[in-house]
């Protein structure tokens, strides 16, 4: 195996046992050597100094003094083009001396500029023509002390395999070539975060990944492999039970890390503790303002909490900066989200999926704003497209049935809920839409049992706490107890929901009406009035009020005393009655005593209610 000449840190390219492998080079002159040394010196310092441009004109100086013999010194130079952002023209600084073929390395290297330079076609084509060199490799890794660097330098090569499948849409394959590289080398945290942000893999099975790495084989010690899984596991889905991050004593200087606290606010997010969450959140981003795994989550946290102006600072500083940046044209639109200018948030959550067609917040963003506007259509073709991105995760398959239920299609619906039910069986939110179509399809007791199970589920990642978040919930416990005849149990739910959301017409109207068909008037009364006074046009609360109220003045006497029947008198004879004790015995016609005239009646009534107004005051 040829060894780079002294002065230079490159490591062995692995050549392949194949006669193409070019001859050494003539060695050169003695003053020759020296100048050749003391430019692959400066070459290594100034790449050091992250000077791109001298690295590469000392490298071009080497590569012509060498004639282009020394695969060491054109890989070194095909870095510095590299590192200067020229990658065509390092692509063929490779190609055009034929080491992709001959080299792993220069294999690696040259798909690795083809991928950045926009042309994975290219770069997928390099690897497939270099896996001869990548089975030797492999065979090497077998044999007693291979390379040190071999391990990492075939990882890599798988990482970047999996990215070009990735950007080319072939995620089942992305995902193999991702578990390759882990399986190669268990800190290979790249290929990790591959596979948990892109959501490629269901929580079963990124939990069962992290089981099959061998991390007692590559870590060594058992404080390291338990130290790396640990960093691994924090991870993982936290949708279906984000409990709270527990940091292992012997790691108690992680509980600063940022990446620690950025798990611990998604945490916080998936609880609807938005609060909470924020104030990490905030609390990183004074410390790291650019931070691209909290720039999302902060982001996310801003539209719970409808802090417009923050978000509209934060995204237009974030664009400023990294115009490039998928997550920054994120921000933007879902500022405009926010201030429900739809059709500006669409525009740049578009360029968003554009720059990153892999992002799934975007795609789902995106989709959420034809839903406001009850595009269902348009809504569940960017959820679809977020679904085919997004295969491990469960919520573009919730928001699919949900967009169902709306367009009254509750078997499809259903069957949306039950798929994301199978990726996330513990989630609440799933539990709850599932109560919602079986409400809807008139199957109480089923809709019972799911709004019970999420209710439980919530209670046993929060506790007693919960968020206004799950007002909904405890309203539509309310509705299935009433249906089923649960009068009090309704009225429990009903007023937990209260204490949620104190401010709900909707809330105060579902009271009412279970103390309507309790019979307690008063109550529904002082109900309904409770929702008018919040929402006025409420018609469902008015037309009670009108019932109740009607209800109420035909049951109530009008003075107390009144016999509940009309006492039945014998009728009188001949039309005409003595008055007893009349010093002038007048005979007083029955008929005209009891016919009132239209004066008398309205003077009465005016008595009436002045006495009324007489007690009210």
């Avoid at 050091?48 to 441009?53: D, L, M, P, Y």
């Avoid at 611990?264 to 650019?290: G, V």
């Avoid at 839903?371 to 809504?379: F, I, P, R």
């Amino acid at each position: 195996m040829a060894t780079p000449p002294p002065g230079s840190t490159e490591g062995p390219l692995h050549r392949s046992t194949s006669p193409a492998t070019p001859h050494a080079p003539p060695s050169p002159a003695p003053a020759e050597g020296r100048l050749l040394k003391k430019m692959r010196v400066l070459r290594e310092q100034y790449a050091h100094q992250f000077q791109a441009g001298s690295a590469l004109f000392w490298a071009s100086q080497v590569l012509a003094g060498t004639e282009g013999q020394n695969p060491a010194d054109v890989m070194a130079f095909s870095q510095c083009l590299y590192q200067d952002g020229q990658f065509q023209r390092a692509a063929f600084a490779l190609t055009s001396r034929g080491l992709e073929r001959t080299h792993l390395r220069a294999c690696y290297l040259t798909a690795k500029c083809y991928f950045r330079a926009q042309d994975a076609e290219e770069a997928k084509l390099c690897l497939d023509q270099g896996h001869q060199l990548i089975l030797n490799a492999r065979h090497q890794l077998n044999q007693a002390n291979p390379p040190p660097e071999l391990r990492q330098s075939l990882s890599s090569i798988y990482l970047l395999k999996g990215q070009i499948l990735a950007s080319l849409d072939n995620r089942i394959l992305a995902a193999e070539a991702f578990k390759e590289a882990l399986s190669l080398d268990v800190h290979c945290s790249e290929a990790f975060q591959a596979v948990i942000q892109h959501q490629i893999f269901t929580a079963d099975e990124e939990r069962e990944l992290l089981k099959s790495m061998p991390f007692s084989e590559q870590c060594g010690q058992p404080d390291d492999e338990e130290f790396v899984s640990f960093l691994y596991r924090i991870q993982l889905k936290k949708y279906d039970q984000p409990a709270d991050l527990v940091i292992p004593d012997k790691f108690k200087s992680l509980r600063t890390n940022t990446e620690i606290q950025v798990h611990q606010a998604e945490r916080h997010f998936y609880n609807c503790d938005y609060n909470q969450c924020f104030k990490i959140t905030s609390s990183l981003m004074s410390l790291d303002p650019y931070n691209g795994n909290c720039l999302p989550i902060h982001v996310s946290c801003l539209i719970e909490l409808e802090k417009s102006n923050d978000l509209f600072h934060l995204a237009h500083k974030l664009v400023d900066l990294f115009p490039e940046w998928a997550g920054a044209w994120f921000a933007v639109g879902t500022y405009y989200y926010l201030v429900g200018k739809h059709e500006f948030a669409r525009r740049y959550l578009s360029k968003a999926t554009h720059l990153d067609r892999v992002y799934g917040p975007a795609w789902l963003a995106y989709g959420h704003s034809f839903a406001l506007e009850s595009e269902h259509d348009q809504a569940m073709a960017a959820y679809f497209k977020a679904c085919q991105l997004m295969k491990g995760c469960h919520l573009p398959l919730l928001y699919i049935g949900v967009e169902y239920g709306l367009t009254n299609n509750a078997k499809l619906a259903e069957r949306f809920f039950t798929q994301a039910l199978d990726i996330a069986p513990q989630d609440p939110f799933v539990l709850h839409e599932l109560g919602v179509t079986a409400f809807q399809n008139n199957s109480f007791p089923e809709a019972e049992k799911y709004f019970l199970q999420a209710l439980a589920q919530m209670k046993q990642v929060n506790g007693s706490i919960m968020s206004s978040k799950w007002e909904p919930l405890l309203n539509n416990l309310g509705h299935c107890a009433r249906k089923l005849g649960k009068f009090d149990d309704a009225l429990n739910f009903h007023q937990l929901a209260l204490v949620l959301q104190p401010m709900s017409a909707s809330t105060f109207s579902a009271i009412g009406f279970v103390h309507s068909l309790k019979g307690d008037l008063l109550e529904a009364e002082e109900a309904f009035h409770k929702a008018l006074g919040i929402r006025r046009d409420d018609s469902f609360s008015t037309s009670m009020l009108n019932n109740v109220i009607e209800q109420m003045i035909s049951d109530e006497p009008t003075f107390s005393g009144v016999p509940e029947e009309i006492p039945k008198f014998d009728p009188v004879s001949g039309g005409s009655a003595t008055l007893i004790g009349d010093r002038n015995s007048q005979s007083v016609d029955l008929s005209t005593t009891n016919a009132t005239t239209p004066g008398n009646n309205t003077s009465s009534f005016d008595v009436d209610m002045a006495d009324a107004s007489a007690n009210s005051d």
